[in-house]
């Protein structure tokens, strides 16, 4: 299982960003998949998730209106598009999935907002 992320970078209070998640070593299309967050010396937080069909999706109170999950499942890819960001929402960001009670994490990807 890989799962690795793009996209993020250093934008100021109110821009987006869109994060991007490639997945490869499980059947993509069956599998629900998230994005979580670790901000600064906090545990790791869910942001938002979406099922296998992309009909469901969860998203935490403090993102949701401005975050959109989304999933392309013939590319293999999940993407979080981050709107009027805060400086709150300075974290890194994660691409997580579970199979078969395995939780899979990708490496992360910096998000910097500030002015």
């Known amino acids: 299982v890989q799962l690795l992320e793009s996209g993020g970078g250093w934008v100021q209070p109110g821009d987006s960003l869109r994060l991007s998640c490639a997945s490869s070593?499980?059947?993509?299309?069956?599998?629900?998949m998230s994005w979580w967050r670790q901000l600064p010396g906090k545990e790791r937080e869910t942001v938002a998730t979406i099922n296998s069909d992309g009909l469901h999706t969860y998203y935490a109170p403090s993102v949701e209106g401005r975050f959109t999950i989304s999933r392309d499942n013939f590319k293999d890819t999940v993407d979080l598009q981050l709107n009027n960001l805060k400086p709150e929402d300075t974290a890194v960001y994660y691409c997580?999935?579970?199979?078969?009670?395995?939780?899979?994490w990708g490496r992360g990807i910096q998000v910097t907002v500030s002015s």
């Open positions: 997580r999935t579970w199979i078969n009670e395995n939780i899979y």
């Open positions: 070593g499980f059947p993509f299309s069956e599998t629900a």
